[in-house]
């Protein structure tokens, strides 16, 4: 596969397929693909570009290298106060953003693991809509080890994917688990061998890259709509709106406003 790159950054790689797919690679394998605040940032940035991108219909998140998709926060950064950039003294949870934004984005995201998926980075996987797993891929949580927790979509989604008994297990065990037994649990949707990885991935993001942009788009938000509440409801009414727009019943909103007359709705049907 020939990807080209789309854009430049310190902590990860963007890149093109040429053919709708965007892939966004976290580029530390020197500690197994740990994120800090400006990889979040940038991870951020790049998928708001592939958003922004009309050519653009799946995105793959992956690690660089065949030791790790992401091995969570890095704790050499890790403050008092959550984990601190470069050059501030006072640090957040920038990946909570993160998570909300990958769960929001109008177009669905193929998490691709090789290797380790362990605390913040099996969250990551979580979040995106598929995961594609290598077969020496390894999910775990390390939280109450290292003095952590995600009670958010960590605790939540997981649950729903494998149950409330196996997800405490995960997070009061810390041990880890072999990509069949992701499998198992329905934490991935596939397993195959390491080397035919991207060619799997790619494969699975092309058969969505043939269906329709809009009906991904509406399936998604409504998996999201009860789960995320309040705001999920918002991003499928507000997408509701979207294709009201393009009626002649909104435009004659539209135009009488711009007009400075009265709308003439009658000519609308009240439909059963
Ligand atoms: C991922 C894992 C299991 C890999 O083990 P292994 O044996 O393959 O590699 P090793 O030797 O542990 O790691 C290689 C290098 O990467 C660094 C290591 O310190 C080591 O550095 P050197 O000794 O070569 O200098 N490294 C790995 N993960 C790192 C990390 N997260 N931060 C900084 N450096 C890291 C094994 O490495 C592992 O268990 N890593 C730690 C996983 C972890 O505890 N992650 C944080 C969980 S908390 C979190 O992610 C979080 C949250 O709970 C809430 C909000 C936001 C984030």
């Not at 991935?201 to 995320?228: G, I, N, Y």
Request: with cysteine; proline share 4%; glycine share 10%.
């Amino acid at each position: 596969m020939n990807w080209t790159s789309a854009a430049d950054y310190q902590d990860i790689r963007y890149e093109l397929s040429g053919d709708g797919i965007a892939k966004i690679t976290i580029n530390r394998p020197e500690v197994r693909n740990a994120f800090r605040p400006e990889t979040i940032i940038e991870i951020s940035d790049a998928l708001e570009k592939a958003r922004e991108d009309e050519t653009v219909g799946v995105i793959i998140l992956t690690g660089e290298g065949p030791l790790a998709f992401c091995s969570g926060g890095d704790q050499r950064v890790r403050g008092d106060t959550g984990y601190v950039p470069g050059g501030k003294s006072v640090g957040r949870f920038h990946v909570t953003d993160l998570h909300v934004q990958i769960r929001r984005l109008p177009k669905p995201v193929v998490a691709m693991v090789a290797g380790y998926a362990i605390g913040g980075g099996q969250i990551l996987h979580l979040v995106c809509d598929l995961t594609i797993a290598a077969d020496n891929a390894k999910f775990g949580q390390t939280g109450p080890r290292v003095g952590s927790f995600d009670g958010g979509y960590g605790a939540s989604l997981l649950s729903r994917l494998v149950g409330p008994k196996k997800a405490k297990e995960f997070w009061f065990l810390c041990r880890q688990y072999d990509a069949q037994q992701a499998l198992d649990m329905g934490l991935v949707n596939t397993v195959v061998p390491l080397d035919r990885l991207e060619e799997e991935t790619v494969q699975w993001c092309r058969e969505m890259l043939a269906l329709s942009p809009f009906a991904l788009r509406l399936v998604k938000l409504s998996f999201h709509a009860e789960e995320d509440g309040m705001a999920g409801i918002q991003q499928l009414a507000h997408d509701a709106n979207l294709l009201f727009y393009g009626s002649d019943e909104a435009k004659e909103g539209r135009e009488a406003y711009k007009a400075k007359r009265r709308p003439d709705f009658s000519q609308f049907p009240k439909r059963s």
